[in-house]
C-alpha cells in the first residue's frame, strides 16, 4: 500500500520568503513522487514529479523538491515566494508497475502575504 | 481548447435525483479518472479506466458508476444523488505505461439538496 502525508494543512508566509511545504510517504517499492498545484477554480496542474532519476527536482515557476529516501521525504521548496504562488499544494505517490494510480495527500494550502 | 473538458462545470440537484457528469479529452490518451475532491481530504479516486474495455473501482466508488463510451469519453454517474455527495468532481487522463503525467480538467462543482 502507498500513502502520502502533507504536514500542515494550511501554510502563510510573506512575499519574498522561503516557502517550505512538507510531505512524506509510505510506499513498499522505490516510489513515484509528484507535486501538483491548484489555483482557484482550477484543476490540479503538475509542478514537478521525481521518477529515480536525480533526486534534486526542478520543476515550473522557480519550485523544487528533494527525495530523500532515508527520510521518506519529498518537501517542496521555493526560495522566494510571490503573491501568484497562492493556491492549493498535493503531493502524490505512485508505486510504479502496470496499475498506474496516483495516491494523494490532503493538501496544503499556500496563503502570501503581501 | 482545453484538452481535457468537463460538463457541467457546475449543478445543484436534489436527493434522489440521477445524474450524469461528462469528461471529455483531445490529447488521445487512453487511461481516464474520476477523482472526488472535499476540503480537507485531497483527491480521492472513484473510477479509472485504461482503455474502453477496461474498468475499475476506486477507493470511493460506491454510489457511483461509469462508462467508458469511447477513448476520448468517460462519464460518472450518481445513480440516486445524496447530499454527502456534494463536492468537486475532476477527470483526469494519462498516456499509456509508465509514470506519465495526469492531466486534469477544470472540475464540476455538484451541490446535492
Given at each position: 500500500?502507498?500513502?502520502?502525508?502533507?504536514?500542515?494543512?494550511?501554510?502563510s508566509?510573506s512575499?519574498?520568503?522561503?516557502v517550505?511545504?512538507?510531505c512524506?510517504y509510505?510506499?513498499?517499492?522505490?516510489?513515484y513522487?509528484?507535486?501538483?498545484?491548484?489555483y482557484?477554480?482550477?484543476?490540479?496542474?503538475?509542478?514537478?514529479?521525481?521518477?529515480?532519476?536525480?533526486?534534486?527536482?526542478?520543476?515550473?515557476n522557480?519550485?523544487?523538491?528533494?527525495?530523500?529516501?532515508?527520510e521518506t521525504s519529498?518537501?517542496?521548496?521555493?526560495?522566494?515566494a510571490?503573491m501568484?504562488d497562492a493556491?492549493?499544494?498535493?503531493?502524490?505517490?505512485?508505486?510504479?508497475?502496470?496499475?498506474?494510480?496516483?495516491?494523494?495527500?490532503k493538501?496544503?494550502?499556500?496563503?502570501?502575504n503581501? | 481548447?482545453?484538452?481535457?473538458t468537463?460538463?457541467?462545470?457546475n449543478?445543484?440537484?436534489?436527493?434522489g435525483?440521477r445524474?450524469?457528469?461528462?469528461?471529455?479529452?483531445?490529447?488521445?490518451?487512453d487511461?481516464?479518472?474520476w477523482?472526488?475532491?472535499?476540503?480537507g481530504?485531497?483527491?480521492?479516486?472513484?473510477?479509472?479506466?485504461?482503455?474502453?474495455?477496461d474498468?475499475?473501482?476506486?477507493?470511493?466508488?460506491?454510489?457511483?458508476?461509469?462508462?467508458?463510451q469511447a477513448?476520448?469519453?468517460?462519464s460518472?454517474?450518481?445513480?440516486?444523488a445524496?447530499?454527502?455527495?456534494?463536492?468537486?468532481?475532476f477527470?483526469?487522463?494519462?498516456?499509456?505505461?509508465g509514470v506519465?503525467?495526469?492531466?486534469?480538467?477544470?472540475?464540476?462543482?455538484?451541490?446535492?439538496?
Amino acid at each position: 500500500a502507498q500513502s502520502v502525508t502533507q504536514l500542515g494543512s494550511h501554510v502563510s508566509v510573506s512575499e519574498g520568503a522561503l516557502v517550505l511545504l512538507r510531505c512524506n510517504y509510505s510506499s513498499s517499492v522505490p516510489p513515484y513522487l509528484f507535486w501538483y498545484v491548484q489555483y482557484p477554480n482550477q484543476g490540479l496542474q503538475l509542478l514537478l514529479k521525481y521518477t529515480s532519476a536525480a533526486t534534486l527536482v526542478k520543476g515550473i515557476n522557480g519550485f523544487e523538491a528533494e527525495f530523500k529516501k532515508s527520510e521518506t521525504s519529498f518537501h517542496l521548496t521555493k526560495p522566494s515566494a510571490h503573491m501568484s504562488d497562492a493556491a492549493e499544494y498535493f503531493c502524490a505517490v505512485h508505486s510504479g508497475g502496470s496499475n498506474y494510480k496516483l495516491t494523494f495527500g490532503k493538501g496544503t494550502l499556500l496563503t502570501v502575504n503581501p | 481548447d482545453a484538452d481535457v473538458t468537463q460538463t457541467p462545470r457546475n449543478r445543484i440537484t436534489k436527493t434522489g435525483k440521477r445524474i450524469m457528469l461528462e469528461c471529455s479529452q483531445t490529447k488521445g490518451h487512453d487511461r481516464m479518472y474520476w477523482y472526488r475532491q472535499d476540503p480537507g481530504l485531497g483527491l480521492r479516486l472513484i473510477y479509472y479506466s485504461f482503455d474502453v474495455k477496461d474498468i475499475n473501482k476506486g477507493e470511493i466508488s460506491d454510489g457511483y458508476s461509469v462508462s467508458r463510451q469511447a477513448q476520448a469519453k468517460f462519464s460518472l454517474s450518481l445513480e440516486s444523488a445524496i447530499p454527502n455527495q456534494t463536492a468537486l468532481y475532476f477527470c483526469a487522463t494519462s498516456a499509456t505505461g509508465g509514470v506519465d503525467t495526469q492531466y486534469f480538467g477544470p472540475g464540476t462543482r455538484l451541490t446535492v439538496l
